[in-house]
Nanobody, 121 residues
Framework: QVQLVESGGGLVQAGGSLRLSCAAS????????MGWYRQAPGKQRELVATITSGGSTNYAGSVKGRFTISRDNAKNTVYLQMNSLKPEDTAVYYC???????????????WGQGTQVTVSS
């Protein structure tokens, strides 16, 4: 099993910044893609950003240029730096990790518990 602990959410005014962190621990042989998703009230969960083990990134169009995803492989941690926040960024943000428990084993998908980000206008 893999445990994901998220931190860094909170309340911020429009135009402000927040940094989310997600640390993975447990029975980990290797971690592959890591990412952030979000879900606003009454809406489906959507991709925010992903990063591969090699550092390639992908962003939703709505956050491109404002958010930056990064990872520290030594710490099994992924970050999301969110700048120029808008009220429409308000959502619960979830960390997602693909991990193997042993060499050549299947890659299993894990979700964090979610952290609330609220942007006031």
């Amino acid at each position: 099993q893999v445990q994901l602990v998220e931190s860094g959410g909170g309340l911020v005014q429009a135009g402000g910044s927040l940094r989310l962190s997600c640390a993975a621990s447990g029975s980990i042989f290797s971690i592959y893609a890591m990412g952030w998703y979000r879900q606003a009230p009454g809406k489906q969960r959507e991709l925010v950003a992903t990063i591969t083990s090699g550092g390639s990134t992908n962003y939703a169009g709505s956050v491109k240029g404002r958010f930056t995803i990064s990872r520290d492989n030594a710490k099994n941690t992924v970050y999301l730096q969110m700048n120029s926040l808008k009220p429409e960024d308000t959502a619960v943000y979830y960390c997602n990790v693909g991990a193997r428990h042993y060499d050549l084993g299947p890659i299993r998908n894990y979700w964090g518990q979610g952290t609330q980000v609220t942007v006031s206008s």
